[in-house]
């Protein structure tokens, strides 16, 4: 059974950076892929930055330049780089994983991955 769980959420001042983290377990099928979605109050979850079928880092409008995702594959672990850190972003971040076909921007959508981590809480205050 996949599981995933993330780490490294907090609370920072605008302007400052946060490193989350996402454990992946339960399977060694090279199929998943694996990405960081958000969820603000009152909105609906979106797409941060995954990886697409040809295995393409796509970022979300919002965060490219700014968020960088990374993975060490030997650990089983996906990093979420964030920094400038925004009110904006602030959110219940996720990491997830699906098995899907889909390229670019097409991969951010959340209801292709099946597997979900608890969330850990972003707060970006002004």
């Known amino acids: 059974q996949v599981q995933l769980v993330e780490s490294g959420g907090g609370s920072v001042q605008a302007g400052e950076s946060l490193t989350l983290s996402c454990t992946f377990s339960?399977?060694?099928?090279?199929?998943?892929?694996r990405g960081w979605f958000r969820q603000a109050l009152g909105k609906e979850r979106e797409g941060v930055v995954t990886k697409d079928s040809a295995l393409n880092t796509v970022y979300a409008d919002s965060v490219r330049g700014r968020f960088t995702m990374s993975e060490v594959n030997a650990e089983n672990t996906l990093y979420l780089q964030m920094n400038s850190l925004k009110p904006e972003d602030t959110a219940m971040y996720y990491c997830?994983?699906?098995?899907?076909?889909?390229?670019?921007?097409?991969?951010?959508?959340?209801?292709?991955?099946?597997?979900w981590g608890q969330g850990t809480q972003v707060t970006v205050s002004s």
């Open positions: 997830a994983a699906g098995i899907f076909v889909r390229w670019g921007r097409d991969a951010l959508n959340p209801v292709l991955y099946k597997t």
């Open positions: 339960g399977s060694t099928d090279t199929r998943y892929r």
